[in-house]
């Protein structure tokens, strides 16, 4: 079975470009799920990460959050399209 990425199913079966993205940064805690999956104690500091991909019409297609370990990632950032 053939993969296809998101990213490549939005152009291709959609019509949709994706331009650029938006990202914001944050520190915060850990609680409830977020906890549990990151395998960290409640109230830990985690990096939240939110983005937002829009498309070359100005549109936004696409909205994700991120939870991680602070002591385990590094944050770096280039973006292309």
Do not use: C, N, W
């Amino acid at each position: 079975m053939a993969r296809t990425s998101l990213f490549a199913t939005l152009e291709h079966e959609f019509g949709v470009e994706l331009a650029y993205a938006d990202e914001e940064v944050d520190a915060t805690t850990a609680e409830g799920s977020v906890a549990e999956l990151l395998v960290v104690p409640k109230g830990a500091s985690v990096l939240r990460i939110r983005q937002v991909i829009y498309s070359t019409k100005g549109k936004a297609v696409i909205y994700g959050v991120g939870f991680y370990r602070s002591e385990r990632h590094t944050l770096f950032i280039r973006r292309f399209r």
